[in-house]
């Protein structure tokens, strides 16, 4: 079986992969804290745990790849991809053949989880397509008829921007952020949440609209709009552009990417 580990700066993703056999796709997937302090043993036993509450042994992975943001906690997973699965994992970045030509001023600087988006997005649904990523940061990615990436955005997510308010102003306290029932508010808590959430939702249209503007693409062949990411399900659905969510959009990116890397490298597991 093939792991698959997104890193984020708030979460991490991991998905479970069944690349051969009767029925290939995808077994299990989790979404946890990510955590930069945490040691080798630390992640190790923790891992271990999650795949033994689910009836599934580490000794099941055969391979690894991961696709990470966030720097410190890289040669931690490596450690632990090697001590506690023993496999040597494949991370995405520069050299990875990604099977995508870039129309960008420096390739090696894109996310390796915007790339993942990209990638899976153009292989699922074809081209023109946009992909709006709702993570910590809001990502834009937006992908040719041909498929090739052209470039995209990043705004601050929902949950960075209300952490901005909520820690700037005295007086104001700290919401659930969530849909309101209306867009008027009759109380403080309800101007900030519809403030945040419809507000976020005018940010994000706002650059859909004006992307779209920039594509000039044939109107017998729309651009595919897809949103991915752990905000997805609840921002979407009020937009008026976004017409796909896929949550396992970044994962499936990550296994698409291994199966076109697999052959270039020997079997992942280490003695």
Known sequence: MLLALDVGNTNTTLGLYNLEGDNPGIAAHWRVTTHRTQTVDEYGVFFVNLFEMHGMSPQDVKDIIIASVVP?????????????????????????????KMRIDNPTELGADRLCDAIAAYERYGGPCIVVDFGTATKFEVISAAGEYLGGAIAPGLGLSADALFSRAARLYRVDIKRPAKVIGTNTVAHLQSGLYYGYIGLVDGILERILKEMDADPSRPPRIVASGGLARMIAPDSRYIQEID???????????????RMARPRGRTS
């Open 247 to 261: 949550e396992m959009l970044t994962l499936d990116g990550l296994r698409i990417l291994f199966e076109r890397n």
């Open 72 to 100: 410190p906690v890289e040669s931690t997973l490596r450690q632990v991809c090697e001590s506690y699965f023993h496999v040597e994992p494949i991370f995405v970045e520069p050299g990875i053949k990604t099977g995508m």
